[in-house]
């Protein structure tokens, strides 16, 4: 079956996107665990790919998990050096590029911290946005969870960066939801059992809702994502060439 014949296939395929000259397909191998070698190939095979996809984040999660315990990590991923948020921004994106959106929101959400705690409010809130989009409304108390965590830390975001009437209108949302406001501080965010489902809630800044009202938007996500990496690339060279 080609892209083209998937339910929801997206526009432009992937096979346009791995085509471009500029996708980082040895930075992808290594950070999925595929042989280098049969790269090209493999990076075609969907079934395959979400399959690496789906074992390479949660080898992220363990290593992030011992990062942030303070015990050192044997994880190859965890040996990288743009672990955690270089690397769990990569795995967003493929998870995004092959349509594994049941993946992106733990990642996501533990890169916005991320980008939170160092300061960079507006990366923060655009992954924030991507939790938001992958998260249906009310069918997974672990995802509500995760998804109520994100609005908690758009709170602390908006409360920064200077948008304090968007943030209390938040917050009361999350208050009316019986919603921790630190819950997005939780490692592994869990709803107390008076807490109530999430609900679908409006994005604030970054990638704009999804227009199909089903799945991500290609476009969006993949220039954003192409922005990220460009910026990305030209911080390591200057770090190069400075050093």
Do not use: K
């Given at each position: 079956?080609?892209?083209?014949?998937?339910?929801?296939?997206?526009?432009?395929?992937?096979?346009?996107?791995?085509?471009?000259?500029?996708?980082?397909?040895a930075?992808?191998?290594?950070?999925?665990?595929?042989?280098?070698?049969?790269?090209?190939?493999?990076?075609?095979?969907?079934?395959?790919?979400?399959?690496?996809?789906?074992?390479?984040?949660?080898?992220?999660?363990?290593a992030?998990?011992?990062?942030?315990?303070?015990?050192?990590?044997?994880?190859?991923?965890?040996?990288?050096?743009?672990?955690?948020t270089?690397?769990?921004?990569?795995?967003?994106?493929?998870?995004?590029?092959?349509?594994?959106?049941?993946?992106?929101?733990?990642?996501?959400?533990?890169?916005?911290?991320?980008?939170?705690?160092?300061?960079?409010?507006?990366?923060?809130?655009?992954?924030?946005?991507?939790?938001?989009?992958?998260?249906?409304?009310?069918?997974?108390?672990?995802?509500?969870?995760?998804?109520?965590?994100?609005?908690?830390?758009?709170?602390?975001?908006?409360?920064?960066?200077?948008?304090?009437?968007?943030?209390?209108?938040?917050?009361?949302?999350?208050?009316?939801?019986?919603?921790?406001?630190d819950?997005?501080?939780?490692?592994?965010?869990?709803?107390?059992?008076?807490?109530?489902?999430?609900?679908?809630?409006?994005?604030?800044?970054?990638?704009?809702?999804?227009?199909?009202?089903?799945?991500l938007?290609?476009e969006?996500?993949?220039?954003?994502?192409?922005?990220?990496?460009?910026?990305?690339?030209?911080?390591?060279?200057?770090?190069?060439?400075?050093?």
């Open positions: 079956m080609t892209d083209e014949q998937l339910p929801g296939a997206l526009t432009p395929t992937r096979s346009a996107a791995l085509s471009r000259p500029d996708f980082p397909v930075r992808v191998a290594r950070r999925l665990g595929l042989d280098p070698a049969g790269a090209e190939v493999a990076l075609r095979n969907d079934e395959a790919m979400r399959a690496a996809i789906a074992r390479a984040v949660e080898e992220f999660l363990a992030d998990d011992e990062r942030r315990s303070g015990r050192a990590s044997t994880s190859a991923l965890a040996q990288d050096p743009d672990f955690p270089g690397v769990g921004m990569a795995l967003v994106g493929a998870a995004v590029l092959w349509e594994a959106r049941e993946l992106v929101p733990r990642v996501a959400l533990r890169v916005a911290t991320d980008h939170y705690e160092d300061g960079a409010d507006e990366l923060a809130a655009s992954y924030v946005a991507l939790v938001l989009e992958c998260v249906e409304p009310g069918e997974d108390r672990d995802d509500d969870a995760l998804a109520w965590a994100a609005q908690s830390l758009l709170v602390a975001v908006l409360q920064r960066s200077g948008e304090p009437a968007r943030a209390a209108e938040i917050a009361a949302d999350l208050a009316a939801h019986a919603i921790p406001l819950l997005w501080r939780d490692e592994d965010p869990t709803l107390p059992d008076d807490s109530l489902a999430w609900h679908g809630g409006a994005f604030v800044g970054g990638i704009p809702p999804r227009r199909d009202e089903r799945s938007s290609y969006d996500v993949h220039d954003y994502m192409g922005r990220l990496l460009a910026d990305m690339r030209r911080e390591r060279e200057a770090e190069e060439d400075g050093a």
